[in-house]
């Protein structure tokens, strides 16, 4: 608050801690539900999260309703990182899984019949191959559509958790009456 001090009494703070590059788009949703930033300090751990600080009036306007639409957008930005985080999780573990099983038939089947050499062992590497190319041939192309159905399932769900976003920014634009930030800091 340009170097004064909190009146407690009378003022709402808030505390959020972001990415970096994700810290513009917060304030400028903030901002619509009456929010004032008034301090944004990196994290002393990790490079790309900074801190950034809020005040505004504690007596406004439509605060109940503010608070509930500011608390739903606050849900759908959570819900939007941890989909953003594990949108390919699926296909991620089946693709390391279909590595390690073709890893682990093809080291079979080599090294078994160079160390213990016989006609059953080589009859053995030869299969282990042949499930290697199997594997292959089978796990890569179901995995990449179980990527693309992650992407869809994804894409539809950014699109939604992007609208109810926007939808709670824009009520609360509306019911905050795009409060001036001058006024406030006053």
Partial sequence: MNGKTIDYNATDTLDVTVRT???WELWDRYKKFGWVQYAST???TYDNLVHISFYRPHRIEHKDELQILQVNMEMAINNLSKAERYKNLKSMVCG???AIITAVFVLLGTLVP???YSATHLAFGIICGVLAVITLAVGIPKNIKRRE???DKYNRLTLSLNAEIASACARAEELSGG???EEISE
Avoid: T
């Fill in 179 to 181: 409060i001036n930030e």
């Fill in 96 to 98: 390391s899984l279909i």
């Fill in 42 to 44: 990196p994290d002393s």
């Fill in 21 to 23: 590059d994700k810290a």
């Fill in 114 to 116: 160079v160390f213990m």
């Fill in 149 to 151: 159905r992650e992407e």
